[in-house]
């Protein structure tokens, strides 16, 4: 049937390129477009082989379904295989190698990942990075006196880098601070993720050696003062307090 179909329409192509070319006079029309002869044999006149064309036509139809349908099943079959390929080879890869962990993104960087000062020249190292290990919080301090950022990740993971010594952040110093440090850190960390507005977020560090010094000559002079008998009225008694201010 779709044979039949196709000479039909390459026949109408025909017929259709000779009337652009030449327009046929009206009493040859019926001849040269219609050939009775050439049609004869596909008419189909007897209502029982009309029947049986039907049955075969429907035949074709279902075989020609049939056949769409186990083209697409095999398509579907060969990209599952690609795709199960693909999976295989990147597990066989990670297979040898230490640095793979389940349901994280891994990756191994070495001398030849960086471009760019500082150079890295320790040979091959693994990263593993997820949203659980990528999601930190950091403390950048820059005056006369630090130069450091402190970060506390998610899982638990310090870091700190004095930027003085270390510009490049080759080596966490989070060891070489002490306790009461380490927890001032995490105070003023823990405020600023709680706080709002420049007012309230604004921190402010004071020099602890000069504070105690000045501290201590204050009170070295208050000490001279109460010896020569020039301290402040809140050392002389109610009734000198009143009288000075007679």
Same mark, same amino acid.
């Given at each position: 049937m779709i044979k039949r179909l196709k000479q039909q329409l390459e026949e109408l192509k025909t017929i259709r390129k000779q009337l652009k070319k030449v327009k046929p006079h009206k009493n040859q029309v019926g001849s040269d477009l219609y050939d009775v002869n050439a049609y004869s044999k596909s008419c189909i006149c007897d209502p029982e082989d009309q029947e049986r064309f039907n049955r075969q036509h429907l035949k074709d139809e279902r075989r020609q379904r049939r056949e769409d349908l186990k083209r697409e099943r095999q398509q579907r079959k060969e990209? #599952?295989?690609k795709k199960m390929e693909r999976k295989m080879r990147r597990k066989t890869k990670f297979e040898n190698m230490t640095c793979n962990a389940e349901k994280m993104n891994c990756f191994t960087q070495d001398n030849n #990942?960086?471009?760019?000062?500082?150079?890295?020249?320790e040979g091959p190292f693994c990263f593993c990075q997820n949203a659980n290990?990528?999601?930190?919080?950091?403390?950048?301090t820059i005056n006369d006196t630090h130069n450091f950022l402190y970060c506390e990740f998610v899982t638990g993971f310090i870091t700190y880098y004095d930027l003085r010594t270390d510009p490049y952040q080759m080596r966490n110093a989070v060891y070489d601070l002490d306790y009461g440090t380490l927890e001032k850190l995490r105070m003023t960390l823990n405020k600023l993720r709680s706080c709002k507005g420049s007012k309230d977020c604004t921190v402010r560090y004071r020099d602890e050696a000069g504070s105690r010094h000045q501290h201590k000559q204050r009170a070295v002079s208050n000490l001279r003062l109460i010896r020569h008998g020039k301290s402040d009225h809140r050392w002389n008694s109610r009734k000198a307090t009143n009288d000075r201010w007679k």
């Open positions: 990209e #599952h295989i #990942h960086w471009k760019t000062p500082p150079l890295w020249t290990n990528n999601t930190f919080w950091c403390l950048r």
